[in-house]
């Protein structure tokens, strides 16, 4: 995934200035897209300009710097389209940042090509949870750094595999509501109850 394919999927709900672009990269955009720098998104507009994907106005400010901006061309729509149905190929941490893009943009543009990267990758977690749940995760310690404690150590694999396993579970049953709702013509908010855990903060776009 380019630093592109998100300011895409931004220009295509509203104009956005250079600056707004930054404010939202610090703010909601590290979910999904972390440590970009400020000059990143500038270069990212003029390579997207050069492409014919995005065109800008000048919009005047009162004692402040004329800002640039930047809507999503015909051209650019495209652009966006063909990535978001090109093909998806997950990684081993799931609610990556690729898919959130992707399913950011699918949602609402193209509701198939949503499906479909759902059950990607709900076919790629299934078979990870297969090959990897229940392997022998027993550590073995020959000679120790002095000061290492071997039963701490090993218990501290076992939470933290714990955790993950418990995260992906979680995972998979939000995938598995959204493609339940995904598949509902009704694409009202209500269709789909219970999009999250409320009692949970790390929903799935802050944990990317």
Avoid: C
Wanted: glycine share 4%.
């Amino acid at each position: 995934m380019k630093l592109e394919h998100v300011l895409l999927r931004l220009l295509a709900a509203r104009p956005y200035s250079g600056y707004d672009l930054r404010k939202w990269l610090s703010a909601e955009g590290q979910f999904v897209s972390s440590r970009i720098h400020h000059s990143q998104v500038y270069r990212a507009l003029a390579r997207m300009q050069d492409s014919g994907w995005v065109a800008f106005r000048v919009d005047p400010r009162e004692h402040r710097p004329d800002a640039k901006v930047y809507r999503l061309t015909d051209t650019g729509r495209a652009a966006l389209l063909e990535w978001i149905r090109s093909p998806y190929e997950p990684t081993s941490r799931f609610a990556d940042p690729d898919f959130t893009n992707r399913f950011l943009a699918t949602v609402s543009l193209d509701r198939r090509a949503a499906i479909r990267l759902v059950n990607t990758e709900l076919d790629y977690r299934g078979q990870q949870i297969r090959r990897n749940r229940h392997r022998n995760r027993t550590i073995v310690f020959d000679d120790p750094v002095p000061g290492l404690d071997p039963v701490r150590h090993q218990a501290g694999a076992d939470l933290v595999h714990r955790w993950g396993a418990d995260s992906v579970d979680r995972w998979v049953a939000w995938l598995e509501d959204v493609r339940r709702w995904l598949e509902d013509d009704d694409p009202a908010p209500e269709a789909f109850e219970n999009p999250g855990d409320p009692e949970d903060p790390n929903t799935p776009e802050e944990q990317a």
